[in-house]
């Protein structure tokens, strides 16, 4: 089965949207293959705000209407309290939000953009979707991250080289409790390296401290631009480290 294939047997369906390679490419797909596709962005406090103007952007490119969800995960106490297996909570509490409001808009099936690429063993909230009955298109039609650059690319999106992206939420260490002032302090340092023109990174909390990970390819440009990360994060985190190793994929 292809994409193409897939569309033509489920022709009307719910898209759980983040505007990411993957969700975007198929968002895409959906629109080529003349589906009735309702795409949904839940806003939650895991998310900062440059994710919300890609998906806006990116729907706009393709013409499709994009609806946002306001999501509160941290009422949940499972998620909130960060325990190893937060993202099946997260994840059933996001989808659940979707799958009632796309209900009530008449969409019966729900989709995602899980690639051929993702490991499920390795992936908490794919339970909650197998619970909820969530397809995975891309996966079920052997796309793998890779593929669905290509593809992208080829069908001038500009999500194609888009670095994958892990909800603010990753940054806490499991165990610590997740707070909204945590998360926007987290958002706010990564917001200052983005400004900066750094790329593919992450500030993970740390006590007090921010940890930068960083591409070894932008290491030299973190050394150089010392001072300057150490003042602009300076609201965020008392102390500021570089982790030299580098962050991997």
């Not at 080529?32 to 309702?38: K, L, N, T, V």
């Not at 260490?173 to 990174?201: C, N, Q």
């Not at 007090?208 to 994060?233: R, T, W």
Request: include cysteine; charge should be negative.
């Amino acid at each position: 089965m292809n994409i193409q294939e897939f569309f033509e047997t489920n022709n009307k369906v719910a898209l759980g949207f983040s505007g990411g390679v993957d969700s975007s490419y198929l968002l895409y797909a959906a629109k080529e293959a003349g589906a009735d596709i309702g795409a949904y962005y839940v806003k939650s406090q895991f998310q900062p705000q440059f994710e919300l103007d890609d998906a806006l952007k990116l729907a706009e490119h393709v013409g499709a209407e994009l609806k946002v969800l306001e999501c509160d995960v941290l009422s949940e106490p499972k998620v909130a309290s960060n325990p190893s297996d937060r993202c099946y909570y997260c994840k059933r509490h996001i989808f659940g939000a979707v799958a009632d409001r796309a209900a009530k808009d008449g969409y019966g099936v729900l989709i995602d953009g899980t690639n051929a690429s993702d490991d499920a063993g390795d992936r908490p909230g794919t339970k909650a979707l197998g619970e909820l009955k969530v397809l995975s298109p891309l996966r079920d039609c052997g796309l793998t991250k890779d593929d669905i650059r290509a593809l992208s690319k080829e069908a001038g999106l500009f999500t194609w080289n888009k670095p994958s992206y892990a909800c603010l939420a990753t940054r806490i260490p499991e165990g610590e409790e997740i707070t909204d002032k945590t998360l926007r302090r987290i958002e706010g340092a990564e917001d200052v390296l983005r400004m900066m023109g750094f790329s593919d990174f992450r500030v993970r909390k740390r006590g007090d401290i921010g940890l930068l990970q960083i591409p070894e390819c932008q290491m030299v440009s973190a050394v150089k631009l010392n001072e300057e990360i150490v003042l602009g994060l300076k609201p965020y985190f008392k102390d500021v480290v570089l982790d030299l190793v580098g962050r991997r994929r």
